[in-house]
Each structure stands twice: as C-alpha cells, then as structure tokens.
C-alpha cells in the first residue's frame, strides 16, 4: 500500500531535546553549565524516558510533563546543582520551546505539499506539544498532535500508535513512521508502520526484535521516501 | 509486622554485573579492553535493561540470556568490537559465573541462621542463576532461586512480585526486598514490601512515584535490618 500519512515522533526528531540545556549554558546567568549542560541534557533525557518505561510496565502513568521534570531533578542532583531553583526553571521553560532541527519545516511543508496527512505523535502532555510546534512555527504544516495522554500510556505500548489509524482512518500500513529514538521505531516496525529511524549520532541499532526499514542521519530526504 | 523473608535482586545486587568485562580486560586475551572494559560494562548493562522494560512494555518476552546477549551485542559494536567472537564468547561465559560482593556469604548465613527465608528474585533465567550462585557457593543459604521466567514478563512488572508471597505462603509486609536498582526496590516499595536500595555508587534517588524505605552502601547490615 502506498504511504497516505506521515507521522513523527516529537522529542529528538523534530525538536531538539539537548537544546534547552545547551542555550541555558550560553546565557550569562548560568555559568555553572560550563562544561556540564552536556552530561547534563543526556541525564535528564535518559532517566525521562527510563521513567515513561517504568511507569508504562506498572501502569503508573503520569504525564509526560512531571516525568521531564522528575528527569531533571534527578540529572540537577547528580550534577551537584540540586536545589538551584533559577536554573531548574529556566531550563523547564526552554523545555516548553524547544529549538525544531533546522531541516523541519521544508521537510514538512514538503509533505503537506505532496498531499500527505501529517502529524505528531508523542509522549508529550498536548499542552507541551503545542509549545513546541508553535514556538517552531510549524503548525500550519501539521494536521494534528497526537499525545498518549488520550490512552493514558507511554510508549512503546501498542495503544499509543493505535491513535494514528483511528485518527486517520488508515491501515499501519498506509503510515510512515519517523522516530529518532530506536526503540520507537523499531517497536512501530513491530506495530506494523513503515519506519525510519533517524539516527543522527550514529549509534548502533538497538538489538529489538523489530528493525526500522529506512536510517537516515536527519529528515531531509523523508519526502522522497514517502513518494516510495 | 515482623520480616519472615528476605529476598534479593540478583545482578547488581549479590552477583557483580561489572565482573565479566573487568576479568577479561585482566586476562592477557583481552588488550582490546584496556581503557574500555568500565564503558563497555557500563553500556552493556543499561542496553540489557533497557531491553528488558521494552518487552515488558510490548508483551514481546523473551528469556534473560538473549536480552544479555543483545546487550552486549550493541555494547560491543558502540566500542568498535562488532565482530570480535572470541572475546564475545569470554565475556558471556563470564557472565555466567559472575563474582559475589564479599560480603554477600557472611550475610545471607546470618540470615539463614536467624531463621528468615531466602531467596533470589530475578529477570535471570533459572539457568544463569544456578550457574551464578553455585560459582559463588551460597546455594546452601538459599531457599530458592525465583525466576520471572516462570510468569514470563520482567521486573517490575507485579506478576513477578506476586511470585514471592506465592512461594512463601507470606503476606507482603513480611517481606524484606533487597535491590542495587533504585527502580527495582522503588517499585516493590510500591508492590507492599519492605525495600532495601544498595546504592553503592551514591547515585541520587530515582523519581518515582515510590521510595525505598531504607538505602545502604553495601549488604552487610541487612541481617540487623531484618530483625528490625
């Protein structure tokens, strides 16, 4: 079946999650980043998504909000900067207006352009969702922003890529699903989606028992392959 | 209620999960793990746990010894060591016969004496776990090896923790849950059992929705613990 829809994961594939903290390390007010924010954003981006997992097997969930800012203050603690409000606050704001990779938007409006239906799909609290594609500027571009919130579940759980076909009336099959993280790609591989992991740092492939079908090392070429 | 059980977490917790890469980097075989064996210990046992919710979280179980296996698969390719079947091949047969803390006899013996049950509650598959704990000589001081292969998903999930006051015919206030995973022991703190996190490396406390009620350096207080 040819690709109708194209659906993305938010965090670390259209928006950069280490963005937060790398421009909070640039601004004068917080000097205690120099040479940590790094270290820093790969802590608060693993335990976030380590808490998702977690809560997702206990069925503990919560939303994606109070884990990102349980990730922080795990990664804060860590750091040895637990307890400095300013920067906690600073950073969480960032968080709300992440930086989309710069490729996005073309990508996008390509997408829209070649009569695609498009849209989000993420752990993201709606309102966090929104901050970032209008801070990006990218709404006009996306038919919607499909959160777990509506299942009240993480990912990878097979309810979460459910909301793509009921949202829009697709088979898995009709959906290309783009993910930076993995895992996520290869367990929508799973799901039945065709997928792309973008894997921008050149990591290994995760050993799942799902591969992703295309690997790119950022969206540029997302267009063409929907095209087939 | 008093403690009647005391049950423990096996790799990280009595068995040392860093052993394998650490031997073999001191084996003359090895040179190719001067400067590399922490990191790539380290990798191999995020990716194995990593694993191991993500099947938890898609339903898609498979036994601890092929999540090991791909952990270190990734592991070895993110060193630059895809490949290298000899030293694949030493680090999984160390891995089978993992080195115990010190003080790991002394304390489960007090505990046996002191008339507490005791066992092991693990993701390893029946057959790891015999092979760690008959190399490690403590199967006299334990009465039973508790595998989540006999439910067939993984930690945390509760199915696994039901396996304890199942085997014991005890309530879950009787039991003392030992755990170097602060995930693992926050979890069964929210399950109803009494929690013990080895936080050797002084790492902060997870942020989860639970919280161990007790956190040591090491084992060698747990008998006094449990006697309360």
Redesign the interface.
């Known amino acids: 079946m040819p690709i109708t829809t194209c659906v993305f994961d938010a965090y670390g594939t259209l928006f950069d999650v280490a963005a937060a903290a790398r421009q909070a390390a640039a601004e004068p007010d917080f000097p205690q980043l120099q040479g940590t924010w790094a270290t820093l954003a790969a802590n608060w981006r693993q ?1 976030q998504i ?2 998702t ?6 069925g ?1 969930h ?1 939303d994606f909000w109070e884990v990102t800012q ?2 922080l ?2 990664s804060l ?2 750091a040895g900067l ?1 307890g400095d409000d300013a920067l906690r606050e600073r950073l969480l704001a960032l968080y709300w207006e992440l930086q989309a990779y710069p490729e996005v938007p073309a990508m996008l409006t390509a997408l829209k352009e070649a009569g695609f239906n498009t849209a989000i799909l993420s752990n993201g609290s709606p309102g966090m969702l929104e901050g970032c594609v209008q801070s990006a500027g990218v709404g006009a571009v996306l038919d919607d922003l499909l959160s777990v919130e509506s299942v009240g579940v ?1 990912k ?3 309810s979460v890529y459910d909301l793509v076909g009921k949202r829009f009336d697709c088979a898995s099959s009709e959906v290309l699903f783009v993910s930076s993280n993995g ?1 996520d790609a290869a ?1 929508a591989s ?1 799901y039945g989606f065709e997928t792309v992991w973008v894997n921008r740092a050149g ?7 799902w591969t992703p079908q295309h690997v790119l090392n950022d969206l540029t070429t997302i267009p063409d392959i929907a095209k087939g």
């Open positions: 335990k380590q808490y997992w977690l809560r997702a097997v206990t503990a919560t349980n990730g203050d795990w603690e860590a637990a993480f990878p759980h097979s895992w367990a799973g990591e290994p492939m995760d050993r799942l028992p």
